[in-house]
């Protein structure tokens, strides 16, 4: 079969597409062989994404040593959306957002078994490098970790290692564009040379942002982005996530649910390793299938 290679920007218009509520996706992996997704990967900004959606996992487990953390997970993510993963802690909902760029992969007792695709190529398949993918799908974690370097240089590194800038000015034009799409451009374009450890919480998670959309990707996860910040930098936080999905396929877990109901159109559910129920966000809190999700929402455990 033809697979569209990971490009980036995905085409215009994205709506909601309609689904199944299934607790599990009856759907095998599609048969002939993917390519391999570094070859599928242009260096630069490719071909528009047709498929609805951006991220097919099928039948995910995850095992640390003979501990296994995630049960048989099938869940498809949307393009040009937030999709978020919520659940009480230990329920298994950032283990499943590191298998989609293999952080997984730096734990040495970590074994990931299924299929997980970005439009239709495999991730775990052994030709693909994980540095390569990690550009095409990038992270945002729960505390910002700016490199001890400037403004300038934190969202210059992707594009310098990655050879996505031909010259200066077209590097200087990269972390522009960056810092404008992470709202932050207005706040620190005369101080660019200064460390970018000096901003504030909120400014440096944005800046963590920007230097993640530096390198063009076509996924962005966050891993409780807004955890460490007060309610104004969440706001802010959260403003930035609605700008960024009409370009971005983004998936968030988070531990507020109110914050899942502002951000998302999608959701889905985790408890004890198990995806639970996924579906539209809405329906999700106002009609969810599963009594297990229906009591987390409601507060009776969590």
């Known amino acids: 079969m033809t697979l569209n290679p990971l ?5 215009k218009g994205h709506a909601m597409p309609t689904e199944n509520r299934d607790d599990t996706i009856a ?3 599609p048969q002939g062989g993917a390519p391999a997704l570094a070859a599928a990967i242009p260096a630069g900004h490719g071909a528009v994404t047709t498929s609805e959606f951006k991220i ?3 039948d995910v487990n ?3 040593g003979d501990k296994q953390a995630l049960f048989d997970v099938s869940l498809d993510v949307p393009a040009k959306s937030v999709t978020a993963f919520i659940g009480p802690s230990g329920c298994g909902k950032s283990t499943f957002l590191r298998c989609i760029n293999r952080m997984n992969d730096t734990i040495p007792s970590a074994r990931v078994t299924g299929s997980i695709e970005i439009d239709g190529a495999d991730v775990n398949a052994k030709s693909v490098d994980p540095v390569v993918l990690r550009s095409r799908v990038g992270m945002v974690f729960q505390k910002p970790n700016p490199f001890p370097k400037t403004i300038f240089e934190n969202v210059a590194y992707g594009p310098k290692i990655h050879g996505l800038a031909t010259g200066k ?7 522009e564009a960056s810092l404008k799409k992470a709202g932050l451009w207005n706040e620190v374009a005369d101080r660019l040379h200064q460390a970018g450890t000096g901003l504030s919480g909120g400014q440096q998670q944005r800046l963590v942002i920007a230097r993640a959309i ?11 982005p807004c955890s460490a910040l007060d309610p104004i930098a969440t706001a802010k936080i959260e403003e930035l996530i609605d ?14 649910m109110a914050q899942a109901a502002r951000v998302s159109q999608k959701t889905a559910f985790f408890h004890l390793g198990k995806l639970v129920e996924s579906g539209p966000t809405e329906e999700m809190f ?3 299938r599963d009594t297990r999700t229906q009591d987390y929402i409601t507060g009776r455990f969590g």
């Open 62 to 64: 995850v095992f640390y």
């Open 27 to 29: 759907a095998s992996s």
């Open 56 to 58: 097919r996992a099928r």
């Open 286 to 288: 106002t009609n969810p």
């Open 214 to 224: 530096a390198v063009s990707p076509e996924v962005i996860l966050m891993d409780e």
């Open 243 to 256: 700008e960024l999905r009409s370009q971005f396929c983004i998936v968030i877990v988070t531990h507020s």
């Open 169 to 175: 000015a077209e590097l200087e034009a990269i972390v």
């Open 7 to 11: 490009a980036f920007p995905l085409s």
